[in-house]
């Protein structure tokens, strides 16, 4: 079992930037591949960014490429967002991910609780 803590989602202006921090605890972080998605009011969960477990490669969805950058710091068990230029369609309850692989589906096999990111206009 892994378990899964966000934090770090709040309040921004459009323009602003805002680091989202994904804790992780159970078992070796550094064997999973950890995932970022995101959930608006009214539309289905959609992938954001997934980094593997081995030589951090990474992947984006074309809506955050070149303004969110994901990270992971295998020492402190933490998957990182930094999301830099948010617009007000970044709104939405965001959420980590672990699994096995690098995927850019939801069948990741764990979850955390989402924290929720609101940009104003």
């Known amino acids: 079992q892994v378990q899964l803590v966000e934090s770090g989602g709040g309040l921004v202006q459009a323009g602003g930037s805002l680091r989202l921090s994904c804790a992780a605890s159970?078992?070796?972080?550094?064997?999973?591949?950890m995932g970022w998605f995101r959930q608006a009011p009214g539309k289905e969960r959609e992938f954001v960014a997934a980094?593997?477990?081995?030589?951090?490669?990474?992947n984006y969805a074309e809506s955050v490429k070149g303004r969110f950058t994901i990270s992971r710091d295998n020492a402190k068990n933490t998957v990182y967002l930094q999301m830099n230029s948010v617009k007000p369609e970044d709104t939405a309850v965001y959420y980590c991910?672990?699994?096995?692989?690098?995927?850019?589906?939801?069948?990741?096999?764990?979850w955390g609780q989402g924290t929720q990111v609101t940009v104003s206009s």
């Open positions: 991910a672990a699994g096995p692989r690098l995927r850019v589906d939801d069948l990741y096999d764990f």
């Open positions: 159970g078992r070796t972080f550094s064997l999973y591949a």
């Open positions: 980094i593997s477990w081995r030589n951090s490669i990474t």
